[in-house]
């Protein structure tokens, strides 16, 4: 029972990286390495453009011959009854909101898992905590039907 | 800035793309020729040499097809839908390590894009920004099976997600870094000179954990639920044709190409394999036959498994995969404790 | 060495309170019908926590000459104001425990989401309570401000709860904004979040980051931020607008634990951080500006909120104006900087609210149908018990002497008197005779009306029973005897004198 007595438990030392220095980067280690995320910019650029290209080549190419039965909504072969968008099972909320705690969990998880060599055995029981109560919940949605789709 | 550094950039940005767009031209003929063979028959072989110009001629007809876009549709979200769907897909290359530093033309070179120190969380985001582009098509479509194919491939994509970074959790454990190229580092070398230190080996539960949920999150076969053709007709597509259509397809493969790498940097040890320290030009051959071999089991499982009905999905999803995710963090943490 | 403190033994009642609702929680899963057990597993937690809260009691007080006890980088602090509103959160989620049974075995509902929810509001209430740093009351208040919407809600098919949720929802995260948004302006100005931190920053007049002289502005637009929000959290004149329509809306049992628990917990973490860190000892100044301003806004929430509950007809409104009143009175406590009237004032306007809500639970019948005092004509004789236990509350929140009331009045009125706040108290006075005539309304109604015969005779269960005789025993114990509480609280007065 060492957490329930009056201790003093050090911060971690500032992480130090075993990786050995990069000599690659020996032109970038003076400056910002925010630039490092230049290319993924200068690529997002390409990847828009890509297919704005394609698709505009493709206008010029194609021909277009519109009937009313061509533009309607493909329903089998029958004439489309009603609109699309109508309203559409709950479950689908239920699963987003689920989705969005569990992803909050794991977002709390990623820097927990970078500094667990330093946390050591305090950063285990604080994630069985953690997990603990996660699981509790977990299961108390899984007892009243959330999950369930049938 | 160092202008070497930006022409290095571009020409290593030109030549990764351009390789990568004809990968994906031919891996869409792999598939259909390894489908063909397990159904005992040929595939595409008149095209060419054993049908190598098919891609071309695919890419051809694509251009030529004409384009419906249906009366009642979302006309903006309709056209942005596919761009939406490829863009994050084809961005995600820019931070994949597929080698070690080289020494070409007087230069240290990265055989990498851009190296930046959270690549695995550029990935995990860009990633999860696939599903809008799913989205969009299904709702602007104004077709049943479009919302229907949409909505489930979000809630199946969104489920998955989960398990998958759950997953990942475990190897940060173990390499304490978000740096794929770190992660690769950590899996270098071998125990007792026969097995490869790959995180595989450690880590068989996350291994496994990760290659369903990625399957699930590219929607490939047993997990095609939103474009089952069977009762959808291609869920989400449906209405798309032409141009539109090949941005989709273009997409699936290369989010399947992405999610290969990930598998290979995660557990497969990246680059690493025999000799590669002493050629580093290696590197890249592993990286690619790696990646091979996951696509060929993708293919392998398509032409295989019969698809899962959506009750059994969810429910595989949420009643497995994650109970099973969560306990594998805490295995992985607690046996990191004992091992370092 | 910088040191995390990781001091589990001082949030000990925390984790008992948190580890209790989990087990609520599951238990519920597990069993249906589960209403009765559910009680008995919340009242040992509270109670649990209640021992060990004690216990911090004894060695808050053992270790008084070195200051208070802090704990988690700071972010925890234990005195003698944050236990002894700690005390108060536990009894007022006790007998909202037990006052709630009867009408959760009314709904058709999950009684475990009920008895799991209130445990979690308690405990934000008391990490807002014992909070060191801006950040953990903001987190305290999140926990028990979020639990608080669900519960108002807690009728799901019922129109009225359900507005009263969603207002409560709304203005309560407005209200939250404006405090978030006074903490980072406090923040900006000072450097830090740390409330021991501010105070040396203000009381050096230099950021605590940056070594340079404060922009006073920013501390300034800060602390009238913090002021708004927590006007809106414990319903002072210009904020009070949604207090009347939530109250009125929720399930009975609800109402009582919101005027009482969230309210009080407000006021421990106002006094925190005005009373505590904006102290005239550290700025002069600032010191001075809030106090003046509070004594706009004390005055303005006695009137307004005494006149308008004479216009009202129906008896939950009636009641959630006389707590805006009420809060009124207890912010005079402010102003002469004393918690200890405060917090004893808390906790006798918690047990007669409480009592009072309880009474009208009862009254008001399956799914609180009758809560306009018209259907109530002719019930005295019916039920006695219960009108004449309303009157004696009724009669406490008047301030007559020989109930708890009275002696929480007569404390604040003193020390504000001595101060020199002979306006205000002149003011407080006043009001208090305003009250009583919509106060002794409900007799009126229920004794000397002609009785109306469809009315059924109430019923009531034991614990609502139980509910409404400790109340009238608090009442009365709080009236006749205060000066074995008072003195132990007047012990605890060096806290203030760092």
Redesign the interface.
Known sequence: MI?????????PNP?IS??PP???????TD?N?I??????L???I???S???V??N???F??????D?A???????GND?VG???ER?SV??YI??M??LI??VE?VF??PW?????QL??F??IE??IF?G????G???A???GA?E?? | MDIYKLIEWVVKIGIVFLIFMHALAYIVLLERRLLGFIQMRLGPNRVGPFGLLQPLADGIKFFFKEEIIPRDADRTLYIIAPVVALVPALTTIAVIPFGDTVNLFGRQIELSITRVDISMLVILALTSMGVYGIVLAGWSSNNKYSLMGGLRSSAQMISYELSLSLAIVGVVIFSGSLDLVQIAKEQMGTWGGIIPKWNIFTQPIGFTLFLISVIAETNRVPFDLPEAETELVAGFHTEYSSMKFAIFFIAEYANMVTASAMATLLFLGGWHGPYVEKFPLLGPVYFTMKILFFLVLYIWLRGTLPRFRYDQLMKFGWKFMIPVALANVVLVAALALFLY | MQSLNLNYYYVLPHIILSITGIMSLLFGAFNKQAHRDLVFINSAGLITAGVSTYRLWNLVSSNAKDGPLTAFSGMVVLDHMSLAFIFIFLIVAFLSTLLSLNFLEDEDQSPEEFNSLLLFATVGMMLMASAGDMVMVFLGLEIASIATYVLAGYRKTDLRSNESALKYFILGSFSTAFLLYGMALVYGATGSTNLETISNAIKSGNNAITAQPMVMELLYVGAGMLLVGFGFKISTAPFHVWTPDVYQGAPTSVTAFMATGPKAAAFVAFLRIFVFTFAASYSFQLHTTWVNLLQVLAILTMIIGNIVALSQTDIKRVLAYSSIAHAGYALIGFLADDWISVAFYMLTYSIMNIGAFAVVSVMAGKGDEKTELENWAGMGFKSLGLSIALLVFMLSMAGMPLTGGFMGKFFIFKTAWDKGFHIIVIVAVLNSAISVYYYLRPMVMLFFRDENETNPTPLMSWTTYVTILLALAGTFYLGIMPGRLFSLLEVAKDVLVK
């Open positions: 957490f329930f007595l009056q201790e003093q438990i050090p911060l992480p075993s990786a990069v000599q690659v980067n020996a032109i970038l400056i390495p630039v490092n995320y230049l290319p993924i200068l690529l997002l390409i990847a828009i890509f297919p704005v394609a698709l080549i493709s206008s190419l194609r021909r277009t011959v519109f009313q061509k533009l309607s909504a493909y329903e089998c489309p609109d699309a968008r559409y479950r689908y699963i987003a689920l989705f569990f992803d794991t998880l990623f898992a970078i500094i667990y060599d050591a055995i950063g285990l994630i069985f997990i109560i996660l699981i509790v977990y299961y108390y899984w007892r009243k999950l789709w049938v």
